[in-house]
T-cell receptor, first 114, second 112 residues
Framework: KAGVTQTPRYLIKTRGQQVTLSCSPI?????VSWYQQTPGQGLQFLFE???????NKGNFPGRFSGRQFSNSRSEMNVSTLELGDSALYLC?????????????FGPGTRLTVT | EDQVTQSPEALRLQEGESSSLNCSYT??????LFWYRQDPGKGPEFLFT???AGEEKEKERLKATLTKKESFLHITAPKPEDSATYLC?????????????FGSGTRLSIRP
């Protein structure tokens, strides 16, 4: 079974720009969650989508948004980029969600904002 | 407030020297306690899920255990390839929007 894939793997953007990251979950998984990982804050939950609906949201500003398509693929968008948005963005898929079932992570997208 | 705390932050061991990593959690209505391994520049790799106090799971040189307040990841006779950051995470039944909380990890280094 193919794992979780994320594209692109690396991105360099400038402040004020916007960016879209993509995630393809494991086949059959309907839940996709997004996380931001930084050396200072560790892994922080952004949001979770299940069957095209946002089910949970973490404590991030409205500049961070996402969506899920009917084939369970998901995208997240960050608008008006700030230097502090530089991080590894991880996508994780699960058969039923974050509430008690293991998640499988992709390799991440390394975003650098200059 | 729901919280997950891991200790120590970093641990250096000699090859073959067994030890344990700690994960203390404060989560209402625990639905699952997870352990992950993360190598530099990669996404976390799932290791174990524990659901109730007293439960234990093993995989090669690793064994995870769970009590009502903490979980331990025991590493027996580690090898250099076990070097990685080990993350634990807790999912609570009545948590707020962030349903799953990750600890900050333990960086494990095994010297040959």
């Amino acid at each position: 079974k193919a794992g979780v894939t994320q594209t692109p793997r690396y991105l360099i953007k400038t402040r004020g720009q916007q960016v879209t990251l993509s995630c393809s979950p494991i086949s059959g998984h309907r839940s996709v969650s997004w996380y931001q990982q930084t050396p200072g804050q560790g892994l922080q939950f952004l949001f979770e989508y299940f069957s095209e609906t946002q089910r949970n949201k973490g404590n991030f500003p409205g500049r961070f948004s996402g969506r899920q398509f009917s084939n369970s693929r998901s995208e997240m968008n960050v608008s008006t980029l700030e230097l502090g948005d530089s991080a590894l963005y991880l996508c994780a898929s699960s058969s039923s969600g974050t509430g008690g079932h293991e998640q499988y992570f992709g390799p991440g997208t390394r975003l650098t904002v200059t | 407030e729901d919280q997950v705390t891991q200790s120590p932050e970093a641990l250096r061991l000699q090859e073959g020297e067994s030890s344990s990593l700690n994960c203390s959690y404060t989560v209402s209505g625990l639905r699952g306690l997870f352990w992950y391994r993360q190598d530099p520049g990669k996404g976390p790799e799932f290791l174990f899920t524990l659901y109730s106090a007293g439960e234990e799971k093993e995989k090669e040189r690793l064994k995870a255990t769970l009590t009502k307040k903490e979980s331990f990841l025991h590493i027996t006779a580690p090898k250099p390839e076990d070097s990685a950051t080990y993350l634990c995470a807790a999912a609570g039944r009545y948590s707020s929007a962030s349903k799953i909380i990750f600890g900050s990890g333990t960086r494990l280094s095994i010297r040959p």
